[in-house]
């Protein structure tokens, strides 16, 4: 009865995943501006998001389907679908699987890790809370989303070290703490790819505009209490039946590691070069996937040998594979012309209305458009019309600006943003877990910006 059951419900599942994408493809016809193209990209894509989320097959496999989906179709060329494996964050993901399972033959991420829970009490709150703060000490060293590949091999560390399995609550909390607590640092920080390229954006169609450090940081102050928020509902809603041992546990098992070896030593060394490479980026202008890739290859070298190929071997083809054809989503959709065509749709509802409302749809058409495009495009797409709209209004482009950051960061599936697909992608939380996950983050975006964003604002002149 168990198996007919579970057949009965994986059926039901394909024909959710059929069904509803072939009937919006057939109701809905193509135009002038909704082309074929498009049409029979949502109709690929929405198949594919429906076997992400019940999981019907393995992750890779959905990527592949998408990567020869889009071409068979005659949607775009394979050039384009493949062109996503040219992007940096496919071999900076690789490196930091290597590098966490190279640091397994040292006792380098036990020490950090057993010290870190020690320092915050040894409870699954206060490692939460001292994942964010490491966040925050990296989104101020690193103005850069990759500050928080850091943190996310920081909490890879401490989930090997205490033994926690994949989808495990506590694991998944510290999956998502120790992303969301960098990326919500940069709601009140400078980030070069956060705020930092919106307000470059706006300088280019608005004469004089300019965001200084100082000014992101009192504009956004009032959202530091949000991060800290989403720790305490994260803290509540991935409860753990493990048991962490407590401060004075974590202690002794430091102790019990005695001396740093040589290859410890080594591997610490190692680190720290890359970390001080990361941190000076803004100095040598280098891409950071020469830090991890180096850092790698530096475990590898003649009288340093930590690294041993085992490690190598052990470090999965489903990972990049899901990341290289989940961002292929966003690259279709864009040079098919998706955003030309949400920005088209979504125009004429914010044009009139108050602040709030301006808001409530500049967020909520930001989330939708996400789903079918790059943050990058998004922002590239929509600054010119969110702009023109809030000068009309008579509101300052800052909140654009600001906005714009939020939304890129509110996502439902993993595909949407290249930190979220990674944090996705190393396999420790299921998909139902990740949404749950993000679904949260994103009603408490909503709740703060709506709320004390848009009162905090309008004390400040910006309404």
Request: overall charge positive; glycine content about 8%; hydrophobic content about 55%.
């Amino acid at each position: 009865m168990v198996n007919i059951a579970a057949n009965k419900t994986v059926y039901l599942k394909w024909g959710i995943t059929l069904l509803i994408p072939l009937m919006i493809y057939f109701l809905i016809p193509a135009g002038e501006l909704y082309t074929t193209e498009i049409r029979k990209y949502f109709l690929l894509t929405m198949i594919c998001i429906f076997m992400f989320v019940f999981e019907l097959l393995p992750g890779a496999i959905i990527g592949l389907c998408l990567t020869i989906g889009y071409p068979l179709l005659k949607i775009c060329t394979l050039a384009t679908t493949l062109s996503t494996w040219r992007n940096s964050i496919i071999f900076q993901s690789i490196a930091i699987l290597l590098l966490i399972e190279c640091l397994q033959n040292t006792t380098v991420l036990k020490r950090v890790s057993y010290k870190l829970a020690g320092v915050v009490s040894g409870s699954y709150l206060g490692i939460l809370l001292g994942l964010s703060l490491s966040g925050i000490l990296l989104a101020i060293m690193i103005p850069a989303s990759t500050a928080s590949f850091l943190n996310m091999a920081l909490a890879l560390g401490l989930i090997k070290t205490l033994k926690l399995s994949p989808k495990d609550p506590a694991t998944v909390g510290f999956m998502l703490v120790s992303y969301f607590s960098v990326i919500d640092a940069h709601n009140f920080l400078y980030s070069t790819f956060g705020i930092g390229l919106n307000a470059n954006l706006i300088a280019a169609l608005v004469e004089g505009f300019s965001l200084s450090y100082t000014k992101i940081i009192w504009d956004n102050i009032i959202f530091v209490p949000q991060l800290f928020a989403l720790i305490l509902i994260f803290a509540k809603i991935f409860l753990t039946r493990q048991r962490l041992n407590g401060r004075d546990y974590f202690y002794e098992e430091l102790k019990s590691l005695g001396k740093w070896s040589a290859n410890d030593k080594k591997a610490l060394v190692i680190m720290m070069l890359m970390v001080v490479f990361l941190v000076t980026n803004n100095w040598h202008k280098l891409d950071m996937t020469f830090g991890f890739v180096g850092a790698c290859i530096l475990f590898y070298l003649p009288k340093i040998e930590i690294g041993t190929m085992e490690n190598l071997q052990k470090v999965s083809i489903s990972f990049p594979i899901i990341v290289a054809s989940c961002m292929a989503i966003g690259t279709v959709g864009s040079s098919i012309g998706v955003g030309d065509w949400f920005a088209n749709l979504v125009a004429p509802f914010l044009q009139s209305g108050s602040k709030f409302t301006f808001t409530l749809f500049m967020m909520i058409f930001g989330v939708l458009a996400n789903v079918l495009m790059t943050p990058m495009a998004l922002v590239t797409l929509l600054t010119g019309p969110f702009v023109a709209i809030a000068q009309t209004m008579g509101f300052s482009p800052e909140v654009v600006a600001y906005t714009l950051y939020h939304i890129g960061n509110d996502v439902l599936f993993p595909y949407e943003n290249n930190g979220t697909l990674m944090c996705y992608a190393f396999g420790m939380m299921s998909m139902k877990q990740f949404m749950k996950g993000a679904l949260t983050k994103m009603v408490l975006d909503f709740v703060f910006v709506l709320t004390l964003g848009i009162f905090w604002w309008s004390i400040l002149g910006l309404f």
